[in-house]
Every structure is written in C-alpha cells, then in structure tokens.
C-alpha cells in the first residue's frame, strides 16, 4: 500500500473513533464514559501493528486487553465504586 495513503488511512480511522466519543458525550455523558472506558484505542492500535508485521500476536494481545479490563472491574467493584 502506498505508504502517504496507508498514513492517512490510520490517522483518519483513528481520528473517527475520538470523535465518535465526543459525539456521544454530547448526547449521553453515561455512554460517553462507558465507550471512552473501553480499550478501543489499544485494539485500533493491535490491527495496525497487526496490518503492518502480520505478527500473530494480535490474538494473544486481543485476549490480554479483555483480560486486563475485566480484572480493573472487578477490582472496581470490590473497592466499592458502582458502575
């Protein structure tokens, strides 16, 4: 892929997702935070390097993210903060 293109390709793609967010938090700040809340940066970050490496890895990473923010609600939960 040409490489000025495949740039701003990632960068637009990116882009879209911080102002989804935005969008939301305009119209329903619960649903904002719940979506800001959400690894969704890391995983645009995964398919990149995925796309770029073709490292098998994405998977393992996928699975370590899932893991990781079901532990911080759980830890979330046991400290008492009600989500």
Known sequence: MNQPLYRLTKAILSGAVIVAISKFAKRNNTLASIVHSLPLMSLVAFIWLF???HDKALAAGIVVTVLLYA???RLLKTAGVQL
């Open 51 to 53: 796309a770029e490496t």
């Open 71 to 73: 532990l911080t609600l």
